[in-house]
């Protein structure tokens, strides 16, 4: 298969994914299933945290970005500011041969 | 494109959504131009790399497939690679859904610009949007990141062997990072955080053996499970995780 067959095979199996879910939106659902699509972000968040984090080479400099960007989210409220701070925290973090 | 005569919410919430999506361009250029080198050194056309980008538009699948075409791997190896790493797409369209309603028409560009960023995004900025979500603001998150991913992609894809390597950086943190940001406005009771402590810590177990899309699929429904289960079996807020 040549490439751009094989990309616009790939390309074939995720606009769907895509669209699926999006067209769902109007079924009447159950207050268990309200509850369940409540939760994906927590868990899709989380599930995309994690072992990214732990799961890398270079986990402990990755952990102490993670806990101060996160701190400083948490207080201020502020995306850039905790992605920002977080990079310099994981920064200092190498810098001390963590 | 319609030149809206009367004045439209639409682009006012289509700046605000693409501005929204800012802060993330700092971890997105960095990883386009990565994305585009490992393609190159893969044996793709510049014209291949930046129609993966262009078409698939799944930062994750895309390095997953200049890997396995590097290392010779089939094409439906790859296909299904893909397939696997971005079903939960199905899951972020379910829940955007429950937030916006969309015509059919907004549905179908909706779909194609889909990522985890935009949709972490609008799900947590929409109930603070004026009116709500509104396909305005989804849009704008969406082609935010698409613009920066392609520019990234076709810098990379031409000018990659000149540039320093991301990795050496240290850009790897800012995806944690801008994920926690979208984690932490969500966490606002006890189940979530019981859901977020116990979805991370599995996706980390099943990490070690799962390619990373199927990881983030099943951690996230099984959370999601855990989370409605613990809302509907009782009342109040306390529950040992």
Known sequence: MSIPVVILLMWAVTYPARLLGLSLGRLRLPPFWLAFLRFVPVSVFAALIVPDVLGSPEWPRRLVGCVVGGLLMWRTRNLALGILGGFGAYWVARGVGL | MVTASPPSPFWPAFGRGFRALLPLWLGMVPFGVAYAITARAAGLSVWETQLLSLTVFAGASQFAAAGLFGAGASGWGIVA??????????????????????????????????????????????????????????????????????????????????????AALGVGVVFPLAFLGLLVPVLTDRPAVAVALLSGLGAWGLSRVLPGGLVVLLAGVGGALLGAVLVTRRGGAGEGA
């Not at chain 2, 971005?86 to 028409?105: D, I």
């Not at chain 2, 179908?108 to 009116?131: C, H, I, K, N």
């Not at chain 2, 396909?135 to 990379?156: D, I, K, Q, R």
């Open chain 2, 81 to 166: 690679t893909t397939f696997l790493l971005n079903a939960r797409h199905v899951l972020y369209g379910l829940s955007l859904a429950r937030q916006v309603r969309l015509t059919r028409g907004e549905r179908l560009v909706a779909a194609q610009f889909l990522t985890d960023e935009a949709y972490g995004v609008a799900v947590v900025s929409g109930p603070r949007e004026p009116g709500g979500l509104s396909f305005g603001f989804l849009l704008g998150a969406e082609l935010s990141l698409y613009a920066v991913w392609n520019a990234a992609t076709l810098a990379g894809a031409l000018a990659g062997a000149v540039l320093p390597d991301p």
